[in-house]
């Protein structure tokens, strides 16, 4: 799969079995402070991979050493 089509998959059509950095268990995203709604935090793009080693990631792309986050509802 093509960047153009994991970024177009990532805003478009994203699914929990996507083999994405955003549904990586190793991938930690990143967050800024929203000023315009009291201080909340909201997600960006960007994020980092913490396996085997620390490496910056953006949410839509991928890597071999994917594994699918557990699902934390059940």
């Known amino acids: 799969m093509t960047?153009?089509?994991r970024i177009e998959q990532y805003y478009w059509n994203l699914t929990r079995?996507?083999?994405l950095c955003v549904n990586c268990r190793h991938f930690h995203r990143h967050y800024v402070?929203?000023?315009t709604r009291s201080?909340?935090?909201?997600?960006?793009?960007g994020g980092h991979c913490s396996y085997p080693r620390?490496?910056?990631r953006k949410a839509y792309d991928t890597c071999?050493?994917?594994?699918?986050?557990e699902n934390p509802q059940g």
């Open 33 to 35: 402070r929203d000023w």
């Open 39 to 45: 201080g909340s935090y909201i997600p960006i793009d």
């Open 17 to 19: 079995a996507a083999a």
């Open 54 to 56: 620390v490496k910056d």
């Open 64 to 69: 071999g050493h994917f594994e699918n986050k």
């Open 3 to 5: 960047r153009t089509e």
